[in-house]
């Protein structure tokens, strides 16, 4: 698995993982986060790999089917786009309040 498949199924895991099972959120913490391994996983909870691996499975398909109807990790991109180009359209002396406006529309 590349690099960047784990860095993207730890964003969608940061952004919709409070709406899993607390199950799956955290066997994907532990596997995309902790970088431990599917039997390491199985061994900590007391179940079985495939266990595990079903877990994960239905979970990052949640995750999935999260990301195509809200798009928030997708449009990630396009917002801090937007927000630089609209911090350079703001005269200096704003900079800092606009940064603070900025940050809440991001929460």
Same mark, same amino acid.
């Given at each position: 698995? /590349?690099?960047? !498949?784990?860095v993207?199924?730890?964003?969608? $895991?940061?952004?919709?993982?409070?709406?899993? #099972?607390d199950? @799956?959120r955290? %066997?994907?913490? $532990?596997?995309y !986060?902790?970088? +431990? #391994?599917?039997?390491?996983?199985?061994? *900590?909870?007391?179940? /079985?790999? @495939?266990?595990?691996?079903?877990?994960?499975r239905?979970g990052?398909? @949640?995750?999935? #089917?999260?990301? /195509?109807? +809200? *798009? $928030? &990790?997708?449009?990630?991109?396009?917002?801090?786009? =937007? =927000?630089?180009?609209?911090?350079?359209?703001?005269?200096? @002396?704003?900079? #800092?309040?606009?940064? &603070?406006?900025?940050? %809440?529309?991001?929460?």
């Amino acid at each position: 698995m /590349s690099i960047e !498949n784990i860095v993207e199924k730890g964003e969608l $895991l940061d952004k919709y993982g409070a709406l899993l #099972t607390d199950r @799956q959120r955290d %066997c994907l913490d $532990l596997y995309y !986060n902790e970088n +431990l #391994t599917l039997a390491e996983i199985a061994e *900590h909870f007391h179940i /079985s790999r @495939q266990a595990v691996h079903d877990a994960m499975r239905h979970g990052e398909e @949640q995750l999935m #089917t999260y990301e /195509s109807a +809200l *798009h $928030l &990790v997708s449009m990630r991109g396009d917002k801090e786009r =937007a =927000a630089r180009e609209l911090m350079e359209l703001i005269p200096d @002396q704003y900079h #800092t309040r606009a940064r &603070v406006l900025i940050d %809440c529309l991001w929460d």
